[in-house]
Structure formats: structure tokens, C-alpha cells
């Protein structure tokens, strides 16, 4: 009778560790599916920040090339006078 009562005890124990592993494993699958949505939420986030960069680089050349200006240094800074040239008196 004493060695039903612990092959019980043992198997109550076993039972119990399995059961503790199921749980985990089911916690740590229900952890990696959250994660892997928030990182495939912050790819998607990080590739339109991409091609918004990509177009405003675009439109900037392409602006550039229709106005070559544009590179060239200002003749006066705005709230200045413009620069005299020495007289040759």
C-alpha cells in the first residue's frame, strides 16, 4: 500500500512539472507572436520612412536640375546690404 501511495505522489509530481512546462511554453509562444507583430509593425514603419525620405531625395534633385540656381550661393543674405566692390578712385 506504501508504494502505490508514493508511485502517486511521484506521478502527481510528474504530472505537475509537465503541466508547469506546458503553461511556459504556451506563455513564451504567446510572447514571441506579440513580438514578432510589433517588429514586423516597426519594419513596415521604418520602410515608409524610407521611401518618404527616398521621394523628398527625388524631388529635390529633380528640382535642382530644373532650377541650377539652386546650388549657387546667395549674392546677398536676406536683412544684409549687398557687398560693394572697392572703388577705383
Known amino acids: 500500500m506504501a508504494d502505490l501511495l ?4 511521484i506521478a502527481i509530481a510528474f504530472l ?3 503541466a508547469d512546462r506546458v503553461v511556459k511554453a504556451r506563455v513564451q509562444a504567446r510572447r514571441r507572436r506579440r513580438m514578432s ?3 514586423a ?3 513596415a514603419r521604418a520602410e515608409q520612412q524610407q521611401a518618404a525620405r527616398q521621394a523628398a531625395a527625388a524631388a ?21 546690404a ?8
Not at 6 to 9: I, P, R, S, Y
Not at 60 to 80: E, H, K, Y
Not at 82 to 89: C, I, K, L, N
Open 41 to 43: 509593425a516597426a519594419t
Open 82 to 89: 549687398g557687398q560693394r566692390e572697392p572703388s577705383a578712385d
Open 60 to 80: 529635390s534633385a529633380a528640382l535642382t536640375s530644373v532650377m541650377p540656381a539652386i546650388n549657387r550661393p546667395p549674392l546677398t543674405l536676406p536683412g544684409q
Open 37 to 39: 507583430a510589433r517588429l
Open 6 to 9: 508514493f508511485l502517486g505522489v
Open 16 to 18: 505537475l512539472y509537465l
